[in-house]
């Protein structure tokens, strides 16, 4: 069972870029999708990026296509979100997620339930 931790979150101002980062412990992370979600107070929890265990496809919501992209090194047991034009509405809590999906390279959807494992989040913040 893979364990995931995010990192990088923090205070910027508009137009600012930020690079968050999700490592893993335990499972084989070569074997796992990750997504990368967010969640405003009072808000659902909104998908944001997903990338498929070798790294090869991904995909992104339109709220952020062209702003944010997802990227992973399985040496380091990583996953990026590079965010870039940060808005004041992108101020919410970040959580990667992760999914089995053994050897094929699929990409899973953007359901929240679809992720059995998720990590504790990273505060990101805006400024205007």
């Known amino acids: 069972q893979v364990q995931l931790v995010e990192s990088g979150g923090g205070l910027v101002q508009a137009g600012e870029s930020l690079r968050l980062s999700c490592t893993a412990s335990?499972?084989?992370?070569?074997?796992?999708?990750v997504g990368w979600f967010r969640q405003a107070p009072g808000a659902a929890r909104e998908f944001l990026s997903v990338?498929?265990?070798?790294?090869?496809?991904?995909s992104y919501a339109d709220s952020v296509k062209g702003r944010f992209t997802i990227s992973r090194d399985n040496a380091k047991n990583a996953v990026y979100l590079q965010m870039n034009s940060l808005k004041p509405e992108d101020t919410a809590a970040y959580y990667c997620?992760?999914?089995?999906?053994?050897?094929?390279?699929?990409?899973?959807?953007?359901?929240?339930?679809?992720?059995?494992?998720w990590g504790q989040g990273t505060q990101v913040t805006v400024s205007s």
């Open positions: 997620a992760a999914v089995d999906t053994g050897a094929r390279a699929i990409v899973p959807g953007p359901q929240v339930h679809q992720y059995p494992y």
């Open positions: 335990g499972g084989i992370f070569s074997n796992y999708a």
């Open positions: 990338i498929t265990r070798d790294g090869r496809y991904s």
